[in-house]
């Protein structure tokens, strides 16, 4: 199947442990399906929409270590902060809503595929929207922290662990969701076990088949 | 993708959601692939090869209500139960072994589709084993419910949630694993999304795919 025989209408969402190929499988299957790839490019399209300095979003994920200790620090409820004006809220409350805002933004915008970001929970009414959630055995993310990423053999394991944490936290208190539970994907794969290019064109043909019904 | 054109050597082992369509997943997924399917007739087998009842069989998943509870009514600990004699376990524990020796046996024999009785956590050390699972949304199970099995529109959500949590707790007392958990499976597919051929279709892609490296 090549992109030209795609008639797509779906946007992908693609969520991904650390060091699973999330990331690239993303680009490639962007690249394949000849429609635009988002992943800290949002990041920098939502801080210049919003005047918010980059560097304070890329702090984010980081900072949402515990939702209910972040919660307590930030002095508010973790279930009722999104419903509130959005002067009452944290920098790190007002950074993710500017970046659902875009996220919302490049939905209407046509197909694209959206790596991170919660992009499948701001997404989660939508139609035409499509979740994946890419994971693999840890020696697999380990060896690519290791060649892609530069981390030393002896760390790498913990930092990946630690990466991971930062990103369930991150999904679990903006969303009141739990990151990576199957139900919040239409399609989960493992990656190193089909391998990173045939990922890409197994989620291409899940976009085939679920379009033509 | 024909059959014939698979060079076949996968296991597939099904889990799946009630009412999601799993079984006849499994069972068009055989069909596709010319290979044995294997369900109640594994239970069967077991059954008469072991000496048990068929009966007796039959209400093993409906006895492991909880896994805790479980083991305390049985007088063991859950952790340790199969690495005991097997003349000092419970006749469910024993029914449990049968169905695993049975399984491990069709392992042996070729490719085939295993659809439950906890077929990807018996085989989770084999070569060659692809392990799937199908969920759907709960309106979808809801109808197919209702549609194929004669539930009441009145009890049939009730009944669902039931045996699913059925399902779970008897997948969780025998393997200490967490049933629908992402990553014990290597495709994760919601079967209303896609529809149930398009499913076969995908599944039998992965096949391919993974088999060809």
Redesign the interface.
Known sequence: MEGRDVKLKSIITISRQFGSGGREIGEKLAKKLDIPFYDRELITRAAKESGFSEAAFENVEKKATNSLLYSIAMGMNAYGSHDIGFTHLSLDDQIFLAQSNVIRKLALEGPSVIVGRCADYILRDYKDV?HV?I?ADLKFRKERAIKLYNYSEENAEESILKLDKHRANYYNYHSNEKW????N??????SD???ID?AV??IA??IK??E??
Chains 1, 2 share one sequence.
């Open positions: 499509i959630f994971w990576g539970r199957v139900e994907y239409h399609l989960s794969i493992r076990h089909v391998g045939n064109e197994l043909d899940y088949l679920s033509r019904g």
